[in-house]
Every structure is written in structure tokens, then in C-alpha cells.
């Protein structure tokens, strides 16, 4: 579990205890290559947690798939349809696993009773939000104000260690620009 507790660390500071506990509540899951861990319109109720391996979260348009995200390890995964009420996540998003992954998850409902009873667990979950939110604030930014040159250069600044682990179409696609584009960027 040490991506997963470097992590934490790196964002949050949790107090040991409430590591102890969280970890403790974590179940191990080995997951093969191309395995949709979420899938659309479907209720998941667990959260997960990378410690090897990465993902991204994709939506069919127009017959093509559309990259929206990248998870990596340290990072976690889950619905946020899912997360925020037990409804299913998100008509078209899939989340798939690109590598063989070693993966924690823990059911939500259990998350939110560890919440509700360890004020550094509410915290750090609090902060992932936030920065999640951040996060994806900066993709739309730099999806209508950048150019296809800025954008894959954010790319190689925030996400270098997946150019060489993901489809190349993956990331065109993330980056809202054709393969070609890609390629003529990276050269």
C-alpha cells in the first residue's frame, strides 16, 4: 500500500490513527488488463484506490471513445454519481483498467461511516474532492482557452510517466485532438 499512503501523505495530513483505520478497511483487488472496473448506468458502490496500475474513464461519442480521465497510482477511482447517493454513475462514462492493476477498494457506505466518526478521514475526503474538482475546472479551462501545443504541454508537465504507458489514441482524445495532431506535437 505504499503509493496509496505516499499519496495521502503527499495531499493530507492524516493523523496515524486514522491511516491505520482507513487502511485496515481496505480490501486488495488484482485487475486484469482492459477490465471495465464502473461501467454506465450501473450502481457501484465501492471506492478504489490505485496502488499499481493505471485507468482513464471514457464516453462513447459519436461512435468514438472520448477520454475524460486518467487515474494513476495513488490515485482513487470511483463514480461520483455512485458516490454521492445510490444512484448509477453516469449514462456513457466507463471506467477501464489499462494495465494489469493492483487496486483497495472499500464500499462507500463504509467510507462514509469512517467519515462520520474520524474528522481526519472527513478531511482528507473533503480535500479529494476538492482537488478533484480543481482538477477537472482546469481540463475544461484548458479544453476552450488553449491550444492543441498548450494542451499537450500541460499534459507532459501534470501526466509525463502515462505518455509512455497509454495508447497514444487515448490521449488525443483526452487532449481533444486528432492522433495526427498528436503526433506532429510530439515530434
Not at 462514462?93 to 481526519?120: F, G, N, P
Request: aromatic share 10%; with cysteine; proline share 2%.
Amino acid at each position: 500500500m505504499d503509493n496509496i499512503i505516499t499519496s495521502i501523505h503527499k495531499h493530507f495530513d492524516i493523523n496515524s490513527e486514522s491511516l491505520e483505520i482507513l487502511l485496515k478497511n481496505l480490501n486488495l483487488l488484482n485487475v486484469r488488463k482492459k477490465t471495465k472496473l464502473i461501467q454506465p448506468d450501473r450502481t457501484d458502490k465501492n471506492i478504489y484506490f490505485v496502488e499499481k496500475g493505471i485507468a482513464r474513464a471514457y464516453t462513447i461519442l459519436d461512435g468514438k471513445e472520448v477520454t475524460s480521465w486518467f487515474s494513476e497510482e495513488g490515485d482513487l477511482l470511483y463514480s461520483t454519481n455512485s458516490f454521492h447517493g445510490p444512484v448509477p454513475g453516469y449514462e456513457t462514462e466507463t471506467v477501464q483498467v489499462l494495465e494489469d492493476s493492483v487496486l483497495y477498494y472499500m464500499a462507500i457506505d463504509q467510507l462514509e461511516v469512517l467519515c462520520r466518526s474520524h474528522i481526519d478521514i472527513a478531511n482528507w475526503m473533503r480535500y479529494v474532492h476538492q482537488r478533484a474538482f480543481v482538477q477537472m475546472e482546469r481540463r475544461l479551462i484548458n479544453r476552450f482557452y488553449l491550444s492543441a501545443e498548450k494542451r499537450y504541454e500541460d499534459f507532459m508537465v501534470n501526466h509525463a510517466k502515462l505518455i509512455r504507458r497509454v495508447n497514444l489514441g487515448y490521449i488525443a482524445s483526452y487532449l481533444g485532438i486528432s492522433h495526427v495532431t498528436l503526433c506532429a506535437l510530439r515530434k
